[in-house]
């Protein structure tokens, strides 16, 4: 232990340090003074012999240059002093909504430090990457062509188990972090996914779609003594251990809504809805490190935003009163300390992962930023090892590369700038199946994808591409159609129309607007195509049986249809093809409701488009002058 002594020595400022030197220094020139006086003359003349005045100016000349190095000494000393002093580091605030975009990774201030891990969607795949907080490293964890998502970390962090489809069914998986070790958990034929480890390290448990149901499930770490949480004909999922591993937090639709539901561990208690939103979509719990908070993300898919309730374990309850908003963004996961919450962010296409301090009002951090889908966040205590960081190869690529390459002629001298190119083997209702030049090749590429996604040849047949210029839209709407220039096409509304729904339709309101989530039944519903639905489906169909429904243009189906389907919306929008909102009257008008059309503008004005493709007297001979400034 320091004594106090060395303490106080060690305190020192040097400039007083300094001051004492100065003090010595003066002593020294009186001592001088006076041995050359001699004490017993004191008081007396003083006659002094040549000897003594050449001493004594010897004397007095030492002691200026000694005074003149000890003021340069002086002054390096302050200087030195002030520059060791540790610069006083503020953290910025950034709005949670509108984070700088940060183009390598950087550790935190906010938090106990740690890993982060989630899942990453880059170059048409999705892996699992970790972040370590100490070094800034980003790393790839795992390297398979088949998806691999929803992370979670041991306790020890040593171990991630995650969820992935690489054996032909999605099933859980456990890594090794240190030997790269990779054990298969579950091998059961059915869907399973969103695993969650339990802190005292014992169990895992997961979402998993048995017996035509998506239920919640418990599993040892090895796969072994295997139960299911809930039973609910209502779909279960995306559960979260408590922080004493004595209950699980979910998302069920068993109230008619996404809520969070709770279900103790202990025999005889059912399940109880924390939320109770009829109105409003809650959804990913996550536990704070004490059990004291939980995070969920609340509103709409297209629109998220991430929310922290205080939690009762006297009564089991959320206290919905001081639920507190962080941010636009989803899957939040808590700091180790508890003191800080992250999440992630997306915007045009660029993900970002953002820490909110818990303590401070306002205080927010970008993480991590990048090109692509990132989604599942989980942060471990522990830092990845070094010999994790040796074994791991460093993942950031230079750049993102394309899901397709758009193959386009050299552009002529004169006439139009691009051609209309023919779609081989797609057959139309309406029009020609003919698109943009710019925009065939990443048609083309889509249809592949989806074919092989689903299993069936969806796009082969559309309902339209081309249109002509003298086509006459439905009553109201626009006759500015993206399809007059071959940037659009519309579904083929016959699947949704069947008896046995080849489509199911989710209704997203953002701001304003109204979208349709596309979803595509795979042909093979044995679980190696696709995932079961999450979300309750819009029936459009029920507007024909009156009541309520024929007001409202349609309604929820009462239950979530089973089977495995694909988001359609979200593939197209890797292949830069956007959805169309529905028209203001497509409660009881149907050509406005839209869910079927789908265009790629890539930043063009309609007229830029038809200009395109059209020469100028073709465009102004149907719709009027061109605006000027277009060219």
């Known amino acids: 232990m320091v004594g106090r002594e060395e303490i106080d020595e060690q305190a020192i400022h040097p400039a007083e340090k300094a001051g004492d030197g100065l003090r010595r220094l003066w002593q020294r020139i009186l001592f001088a003074w006076r041995w050359i006086r001699m004490p017993n003359e004191v008081g007396r003349p003083v006659t002094l012999e040549p000897r003594s005045v050449r001493f004594l100016l010897l004397v007095v000349l030492g002691n200026l240059v000694a005074l003149v ?43 106990s430090g740690g890993a982060i891990a989630f899942g990453l969607r880059r170059n048409g795949n999705t892996d699992i990457y970790a972040l370590d907080q100490g070094t800034g490293r980003l790393v790839r964890l795992t390297h398979h062509e088949a998806v691999d998502r929803s992370p979670t970390w041991s306790p020890d962090g040593d171990y991630i188990a995650f969820a992935s489809n ?21 091998h059961h034929s059915s869907f399973d996914a969103n695993p969650s480890w339990s802190p005292d390290g014992q169990w895992i448990a997961f979402e998993s779609y048995r017996e035509g149901n998506l239920d919640v499930y418990v599993m040892s770490t090895a796969g072994k003594q295997l139960r299911p949480m809930t039973t609910d004909p209502a779909s279960d999922y995306a559960p979260s251990w408590s922080s004493n591993s004595d209950a699980l937090a979910f998302t069920s639709l068993r109230d008619g809504s996404k809520d969070i539901f709770l279900r103790l561990l202990r025999d005889g208690y059912g399940a109880k809805n924390l939320t109770q939103s009829r109105d409003v979509d809650e959804d990913a719990p996550a536990w704070s490190a004490d059990g004291s908070r939980l995070a969920y993300v609340s509103g709409p898919q297209d629109h998220p935003s991430v929310q922290v309730a205080s939690f009762d374990w006297g009564t089991l309850s959320a206290d919905q009163a001081q639920t507190e908003f962080f941010g636009t963004g989803s899957a939040p996961a808590w700091a180790p300390d508890g003191e800080s919450l992250i999440y992630a962010y997306e915007r045009a296409g660029r993900s970002h992962v953002v820490a909110a301090s818990m303590t401070g009002w306002a205080l927010f951090h970008e993480v991590y930023a990048a090109e692509g889908l990132l989604d599942d966040l989980a942060w471990a205590g522990s830092p990845l ?63 592949r994808r989806v074919a092989e996604k689903v299993g069936w040849d969806y796009l082969g047949g559309l309902e339209s591409a081309l249109l002509p210029l003298d086509y006459v839209p439905p009553a109201g709407q626009s006759r500015k159609s993206w399809h007059l220039c071959g940037r659009a096409f519309a579904l083929n509304q016959e699947p949704y129309e069947r008896d046995e729904p080849m489509i199911q339709l989710v209704r997203e309101d953002v701001g304003n607007n109204l979208y349709w989530r596309v979803f595509v039944r795979t042909a093979v519903q044995d679980g190696s195509m696709g995932e079961p639905l999450r979300e309750q489906p819009w029936d459009l169909t029920a507007r024909h049986d009156g009541g309520r429904a024929e007001v409202d243009g349609g309604t929820l189906k009462e239950s979530v249809p089973s089977g495995y389907y694909v988001d359609f919306t979200a593939l197209a929008r890797e292949y830069g093809w956007e959805r169309m909102p529905a028209e203001w009257r497509w409660r009881h008008f149907w050509p406005d409701i839209r869910w079927w059309e789908f265009r790629k503008t890539d930043g063009l004005t309609w007229w830029g488009c038809m200009l395109e493709v059209l020469e100028p007297e073709e465009v102004e001979s149907a719709f009027g002058p061109i605006p000027g400034g277009i060219e």
């Open 69 to 111: 190095l000890l003021g340069v000494a002086l002054r390096q000393a302050v200087m030195m002093s002030t520059a060791e002093r540790p610069a006083r580091r503020e953290l910025v605030s950034v709005p949670a909504a509108h984070p700088s975009p940060t183009p390598n990774p950087t550790p935190t201030p906010l938090g």
């Open 166 to 186: 690489r054996a032909d069914n999605w099933d859980i998986y456990l890594l090794d972090l240190v030997s790269g070790a990779l054990i298969r958990l579950t």
């Open 385 to 447: 090892s070094s010999r994790v960081l040796a074994r791991a190869q460093d993942a950031e690529p230079d750049a993102p590369l394309s899901s397709y390459m758009e193959v386009v002629q050299p552009t002529p001298v004169d006439g139009v700038p691009y051609e209309l190119v023919p779609l081989p083997g797609v057959n139309v209702r309406e029009g020609s199946p003919l698109l943009s030049d710019q925009v065939n090749d990443s048609f083309n590429a889509l249809r």
